[in-house]
């Protein structure tokens, strides 16, 4: 399971992205003092297991119903009963019987909180003898609410997509959604990861539709009624949460892996462009095959689009459910970086082995499913894109996981939650990836895939916990990790780590300062220090054991550079009390991304520095574009020295980067400059095939000649996503009016989460000063409605705000009713719930 991208949820990660709005709003901290955190959290007791679960379901759009029929087959676990519970959340449970001599004979049962059914066997059952349970109901998922997670907003299983087909320019789907327990909102099943089961599923369906599920397709049967009956089987066990259907209009792209098939599901307008959206799942197969040992485990591998899905994306066994938001055009694709949608496709198949081959025991341990697949999203990065894109990634993720006050209060496995959706949470994901990482990076590659590959073996088709995976790199390392697990999966925080130096001229010697200021344990931590001397680099190998480290090192003179974590892999909050010329020294001589990174940060507070200035005018060249953005970024153009050693490279960049990301930054720079020269500049690139680059030169443009950017901005209209939409709002925020009103409101409306809160600030100052009333007290409401809908993200506040300034601009025009609109607006977000 993903959030986009990566673990909040898609809604609240373009919040923060947008609004700077703090990150502790992501996980909803729960109080200290709560007593739900004082129960231990068990994995359930294993009474039945389950066997195979048979399905045959049709659905009534109309009433949002599926009919379901269910033969599902289990056996005593180890102790012999005369009882079955099953979950079952807010269905009509029409007949539940037992199968004998194909015969269903009725059994009693009582199902009277919903949720779960316990049913009275026809006898005692004993661990050698298996049994068959009929079930004749009704799945009501729209009429059941339950609480979703950070990473998944809604748990009712099931879902009908504009089932009426009212909804302009929106498919019919259905599809659904099982971790953690939704599945028993549309069958009655065990519901919990320890559970693994074959099973079939037959779905009566429009004949127009295609559908999918688990494994292969093993028939299809057009009916008289105009449907069409397809059954699909999963010849190898999984857990239930992983069990999938989706029906809709859907355009199948077949590719191939080996022997296996590879297919991509997309809606018709996307199909085109299948091979460039998912084109590189074969390469990915392949390479997650060999460096695990273990090939690719399933018959098939399908990924298929939907509408209005509730969270990123979902590793369903041998067909992964992606939200829309990776559904691409090629002029869109040609500005999506990693972290746009290739890094969930990478995460999402990563999944296949490490959630669904091997699944988590309880969610208490879903580490050994979700902090993989977050490992692997840098892991092909490095291997595909390189290894500055892959440690960008990573800081990136460490970054939202120390971003998150009460993150450094949970162990990573963790058997005390209020929730278990509590756990689908930046500890989980973000810091149980750089936790594994760190560990790769102390056992080396060589044993850290070879104790993947034991774990994975010894547990296939079963379930798996932190203990499991200890034990699996232990014997292929033939290290003690006892202390690794106990200090980063068994407890939590980080280190606060505190890095000063001092230099003995008389003695030759330099000493390294370490101190560890985090409340709680005292993390050791293994480490590489480089010093830089004489024009060489020495590496040492050392540990931190304590909460106070001093490390002496001999050198012939002063080093240039002492980089401690030489590796850059260290999980933790770092103070480094280098001298500025010491983190100039660093960026041309220091290899990695992150030591590139800290010298540019340095370089960007003293840009009056001589050396300062070298080291921004050479990262505007850097090898990684990411760092060419943040160099293009951290000028200040003011400088006469930065402006004129900038200018050219800048006017290059502009115009021949290969990156289309830098070309915007470069040209968002060069139009703050407000020079008249660069016209020609910005005018050539609204040529672009690129929306970030005709987004930037438009607002350029506007910024020199506003007039003239209101007449460019209507050719746009019609063809527009992200940036260039984005440029739109900013001109028409400035220098639009009534004439431009209809076109930003539709955007706004027909925009998704990410893409209203990219527009939300141009549309509140376009909603101030618009002539007509009516329309303001559009924007007014459709700001009061975004805020209350996301109100538990904490961007009250923020849109309160744009209400205020609102109401500013419309006392100035005289607007009584818009300003009483705006007023009721703000009520009304702070009454609400």
């Keep these: 399971m993903i959030k986009v991208k990566k673990i909040r949820s898609l809604i609240f990660t373009c919040i923060v992205t947008s609004l700077a709005i703090p990150s502790s709003y992501a996980q909803d901290p729960a109080k200290a003092d709560d007593p739900l955190l004082k129960i231990y959290r068990a994995t359930p007791p294993k009474i039945n297991d389950l066997v195979n679960t048979k399905l045959d379901v049709r659905f009534d759009y ?36 037992i199968v004998k001599n194909g015969k269903n004979i009725p059994l009693k049962f009582k199902y009277d909180d919903s949720l779960t059914v316990a049913i009275q066997l026809d006898k005692v059952y004993h661990n050698n003898e298996s049994y068959t349970i009929y079930i004749d109901y009704t799945a009501k998922p729209n009429e059941l609410h339950i609480k979703g997670s950070a990473a998944i907003n809604d748990a009712k299983g099931l879902y009908f997509i504009n089932p ?156 992964t459910l992606h939200g829309e938001y990776v559904q ?41 499913n979700e902090s993989f697949a977050d490992f692997s999203e840098m892991l092909w990065a490095e291997h595909k894109y390189g ?12 970054q939202n996981y120390l971003g998150t006050p009460d993150a450094k209060t949970k162990d990573l496995v963790r058997f005390h939650y209020i929730n278990k959706e509590d756990v689908f949470d930046v500890v989980t994901y973000q810091k149980g990836g750089r936790i594994l990482n760190m560990l790769r990076n102390y056992l080396g590659d060589a044993a850290f895939f070879k104790g993947l590959n034991i774990y994975l073996k010894t547990n296939a088709f079963k379930n798996g916990e932190a203990q499991q995976l200890r034990l699996a790199l232990e014997e292929a390392s033939g290290l003690d990790l006892n202390w690794y697990f106990n200090q980063w999966y068994y407890g939590a925080g980080n280190p606060v780590l505190n890095i000063s130096y001092k230099w003995d001229d008389a003695a030759k010697t330099e000493t390294v300062y370490l101190q560890q200021s985090q409340d709680g ?39 240039d550079l002492v980089n401690v974590d030489g590796d850059k892999v260290l999980l933790s909050q770092k103070t480094d009390n280098k001298s500025p010329e010491e983190f100039y020294f660093q960026y041309f001589n220091a290899p990695l991304y992150l030591d590139r990174f800290e010298a540019i940060n340095e370089a ?38 930065i ?47 690129s929306y970030a680059v005709q987004g930037a030169a438009l607002t350029a443009i506007s910024l020199l000649d506003p007039a003239q950017a209101l007449t460019l901005a209507k050719g746009f209209e019609k063809d527009n996503k992200g940036a260039l939409t984005q440029g739109l709002f900013a001109v028409y925020s400035t220098s639009g009016n009534s004439e431009q009103w209809p076109y930003v409101i539709k955007a706004f409306k027909d925009a998704d989460v990410q893409g209203k809160f990219n527009l939300i600030r141009n549309f509140g100052a376009m909603t101030g000063h618009v002539d007509k009333p009516e329309y303001a007290q559009q924007g007014i ?45 703000i009520k009304a977000i702070n009454d609400a719930k």
């Design 781 to 825: 409401n459709l700001l009061k409605d975004l805020a209350i809908k996301y109100k538990q993200f904490g961007v009250a506040p923020f849109v309160d705000g744009l209400l205020t300034d609102i109401k500013t601009q419309r006392t100035k025009l005289n607007d009584e009713a818009s300003v009483k609109a705006a007023d009721d607006a």
């Design 164 to 319: 009426d087909g009212t909804e302009k320019d929106k498919p019919t789907q259905i599809w659904t959604q099982g971790e953690t327990e939704g599945s028993s909102a549309w069958f009655p099943t065990i519901d919990k990861p320890e559970q693994k089961t074959t099973d079939e599923i037959s779905m009566t369906v429009p004949a127009k539709y295609v559908t999918l599920s688990n494994g292969r397709l093993a028939s299809q049967k057009n009916n008289s009624d105009g449907t069409r009956t397809d059954t699909w089987k999963m010849e190898l066990p999984h857990s239930p949460y992983l069990f999938m259907m989706a029906v809709g209009d859907f355009k199948i792209y077949k590719d191939k892996w080996r022997d296996k098939e590879v297919s991509y599901y997309l809606e018709p307008k996307y199909a085109p462009y299948a091979k460039q959206i998912f084109g590189m799942t074969p390469e990915l197969i392949e390479f997650y095959s060999k460096t695990l040992g273990v090939d690719y485990p399933w018959n098939k591998y399908s990924q298929i689009v939907v509408r209005d899905y509730v969270s990123g994306a979902m590793e369903n066994t041998t067909a």
């Design 604 to 641: 960007a507070g003293h840009q009056s520095d001589k050396g300062a200035q070298k080291v921004l005018i050479a990262a505007l060249k850097d090898k990684y574009y990411g760092l060419r953005i943040k160099a293009i970024k951290a000028l200040h153009m003011s400088d006469d020295n």
């Design 62 to 97: 109309k009433k949002r119903y599926m009919y379901g029929k269910e033969w599902v087959t289990l056996k005593p676990h180890f102790y012999p009963t005369d009882t079955l519970r099953l979950d079952a959340k807010g269905m009509d449970l029409k007949n539940i019987s």
């Design 328 to 368: 691409e055009t090629p002029r869109e694709l040609l500005d999506a970086n990693y972290d746009a949608g290739r890094s969930t496709i990478a995460h999402e198949l990563f999944h296949q082995w490490f959630g669904d081959l091997v699944t988590c025991e309880s969610w208490s341990n879903l580490t050994v």
């Design 521 to 559: 344990q005292t993390f050791k931590l293994p480490m590489a220090i480089d010093v830089y001397a004489g024009g060489k680099k020495e590496r040492h190998k050392v540990w931190m054991n304590d909460k106070a480290d001093t490390l002496t090192f001999q050198s012939a003179s002063k080093p």
């Design 387 to 398: 290894k500055d894109e892959a440690d960008a990634h990573s800081f990136t993720a460490l």
């Design 643 to 689: 402006h004129n050693a900038a200018l050219p490279v800048l006017t290059s960049l502009a115009q021949t980067d290969e990156n289309t990301l830098v070309r915007a930054a470069a040209i968002t720079a060069l139009g703050k400059l407000k020079a008249s020269g660069n016209m020609d500049i910005f005018k050539q690139a609204l040529n672009s095939q």
